[in-house]
């Protein structure tokens, strides 16, 4: 069931949105990056495999920051990180989801049915939505379904003459294949980001130490394969200039095809795999906010929930609107980038956290990282945000920046709270 939980997390939004995307800056091996982005990946799971099966109690990476750096700052930086990624994650797959899978349906401009999906979401949040395990199967088995539909059919095409496989091994003739990999690399690294939030269920897991790696590095090596075989179907099926034209690229894979899969069956299953990835994320974002005003980190209206439902409704409402305001501010790849961005300071703080905390040691067995695979992860770490353009860099600076005051705003009303105790 953690394998499970963790693949759902993992499958899904990422590649249903942005093949197109990779394809566009790669050409047509976009089976290289995500293969790219799987190592990467898989290097930084390594240390939260280390991490999580060592305090099993621990919570996630802000915990993690605080036991190895002891700064509540660096703790609340790496806290408010996870929480604007997912604010902003959610953004994006909002755009992704009223873009040409959601003009099967109803055709509608992409900002206005971002802003009514995220309205939705929000309000569905409110009310108190409560994902369980087995609801998440039940998503998961839905998208999984849906690449696998990608890649039968298009060897349905190529089994009666359609498609063009050399274009599965052709980079795009007007980049360098080095740094076109790298570029797509940090699109598709997008793609398996989720994994981390698997640390906030360890408390659930009899025997972490031993289960925990298992489900961790097996549903990423199966994401991984799964996302490569997909990537090389569209590539095969449509030249990569077609799939980076379409915001409904794996719909546009499916059509050419030819296979006799409804379009509406097909955009309706992406549309399930993006929406439970936006709500799931919100709810993610809204919980950790509340969390951190009950832990001082947010001012205190941060805690404030609805009298009957008990849902944290301030914060609820406060990422629904920044993430509303988002969808204004740039395109589908722009936000994964700045989701990657910032996720990527909070993969740096654990992998050099694991280094740090090696000198705490503990008194049942767990999970051991070669020392070299948690250096190797915090160097694949910088490579990625050395590939950032300068608009992400900017975004994702001021979206810190407003961390940093809002941490500032917190103390000084904190301070001025117990002074005005005292009295």
């Given at each position: 069931?953690?394998?499970?939980?963790?693949?759902?997390?993992?499958?899904?939004?990422?590649?249903?949105?942005?093949?197109?995307?990779?394809?566009?800056?790669?050409?047509?091996?976009t089976?290289?990056?995500?293969?790219?982005?799987?190592?990467?990946?898989?290097?930084?799971?390594a240390s939260y495999a280390e991490l999580v099966t060592k305090y099993p109690r621990a919570g996630g990476s802000a915990v993690f920051a605080e036991r190895a750096y002891?700064?509540?700052?660096?703790?609340?930086?790496?806290?408010?990180?996870?929480?604007?990624?997912?604010?902003?994650?959610?953004?994006?797959?909002?755009?992704?989801?009223s873009g040409d899978y959601l003009g099967t349906f109803i055709d509608v401009p992409p900002e206005l049915g971002a802003i009514v999906f995220l309205a939705l979401i929000g309000a569905l949040n409110a009310r108190g939505i409560k994902e369980s395990v087995s609801a998440n199967l039940v998503m998961t088995m839905i998208e999984t379904s849906g690449l696998v539909l990608v890649v039968v059919a298009v060897a349905v095409f190529m089994s009666g003459g359609g498609g063009n496989v050399s274009?599965?091994?052709?980079?795009?003739?007007?980049?360098?294949?080095?740094?076109?990999?790298?570029?797509?690399?940090?699109?598709?690294?997008?793609?398996?980001?989720?994994?981390?939030?698997?640390?906030?269920?360890?408390?659930?897991?009899?025997?972490?130490?031993?289960?925990?790696?298992?489900?961790?590095?097996?549903?990423?090596?199966?994401?991984?394969?799964l996302y490569m075989l997909v990537g090389t179907a569209a590539s095969i099926a449509l030249s990569s200039d077609e799939l980076s034209e379409s915001s409904g690229p794996l719909l546009a894979v499916v059509e050419e095809t030819g296979v006799a899969v409804p379009a509406w069956l097909f955009s309706l299953i992406a549309l399930i795999a993006v929406a439970n990835g936006a709500l799931l994320t919100m709810i993610m974002a809204s919980?950790?906010?509340?969390?951190?005003?009950?832990?001082?980190?947010?001012?205190?209206?941060a805690t404030r929930v609805l009298p009957n439902r008990r849902t944290p409704w301030v914060t609820i409402a406060s990422t629904t609107l920044v993430a509303m305001a988002l969808t204004a501010t740039g395109s589908v790849a722009t936000l994964a980038e700045t989701v990657v961005l910032l996720l990527l300071f909070?993969?740096?703080?654990?992998?050099?956290?694991?280094?740090?905390?090696?000198?705490?040691?503990?008194?049942?067995?767990?999970?051991?990282?070669?020392?070299?695979?948690?250096?190797?992860?915090?160097?694949?770490?910088?490579?990625?945000?050395?590939?950032?353009s300068a608009d992400v860099w900017l975004r994702g600076g001021l979206i810190i920046a407003v961390g940093v005051a809002l941490y500032a705003l917190t103390k000084a009303m904190r301070t001025r709270d117990r002074a005005a105790q005292s009295d």
């Amino acid at each position: 069931m953690l394998f499970l939980f963790i693949l759902g997390d993992v499958l899904g939004a990422g590649i249903y949105a942005l093949v197109g995307e990779i394809a566009g800056e790669v050409g047509g091996v976009t089976w290289v990056p995500m293969l790219v982005a799987l190592l990467m990946a898989l290097l930084t799971a390594a240390s939260y495999a280390e991490l999580v099966t060592k305090y099993p109690r621990a919570g996630g990476s802000a915990v993690f920051a605080e036991r190895a750096y002891k700064r509540p700052v660096v703790s609340f930086l790496v806290g408010f990180c996870m929480l604007a990624a997912g604010v902003v994650s959610a953004s994006g797959l909002a755009l992704a989801f009223s873009g040409d899978y959601l003009g099967t349906f109803i055709d509608v401009p992409p900002e206005l049915g971002a802003i009514v999906f995220l309205a939705l979401i929000g309000a569905l949040n409110a009310r108190g939505i409560k994902e369980s395990v087995s609801a998440n199967l039940v998503m998961t088995m839905i998208e999984t379904s849906g690449l696998v539909l990608v890649v039968v059919a298009v060897a349905v095409f190529m089994s009666g003459g359609g498609g063009n496989v050399s274009r599965a091994v052709s980079f795009d003739a007007d980049s360098s294949p080095v740094v076109a990999v790298f570029g797509a690399a940090l699109l598709a690294y997008y793609s398996f980001v989720g994994f981390e939030t698997s640390a906030n269920v360890i408390e659930e897991v009899r025997d972490p130490s031993r289960v925990y790696p298992k489900a961790l590095f097996g549903s990423l090596a199966v994401a991984g394969v799964l996302y490569m075989l997909v990537g090389t179907a569209a590539s095969i099926a449509l030249s990569s200039d077609e799939l980076s034209e379409s915001s409904g690229p794996l719909l546009a894979v499916v059509e050419e095809t030819g296979v006799a899969v409804p379009a509406w069956l097909f955009s309706l299953i992406a549309l399930i795999a993006v929406a439970n990835g936006a709500l799931l994320t919100m709810i993610m974002a809204s919980r950790l906010a509340y969390g951190m005003g009950n832990q001082g980190l947010l001012p205190s209206a941060a805690t404030r929930v609805l009298p009957n439902r008990r849902t944290p409704w301030v914060t609820i409402a406060s990422t629904t609107l920044v993430a509303m305001a988002l969808t204004a501010t740039g395109s589908v790849a722009t936000l994964a980038e700045t989701v990657v961005l910032l996720l990527l300071f909070v993969f740096v703080s654990t992998n050099a956290a694991v280094l740090v905390l090696r000198r705490d040691p503990v008194t049942h067995e767990h999970f051991h990282a070669w020392t070299a695979v948690p250096v190797l992860a915090v160097i694949s770490c910088l490579v990625l945000l050395s590939q950032q353009s300068a608009d992400v860099w900017l975004r994702g600076g001021l979206i810190i920046a407003v961390g940093v005051a809002l941490y500032a705003l917190t103390k000084a009303m904190r301070t001025r709270d117990r002074a005005a105790q005292s009295d």
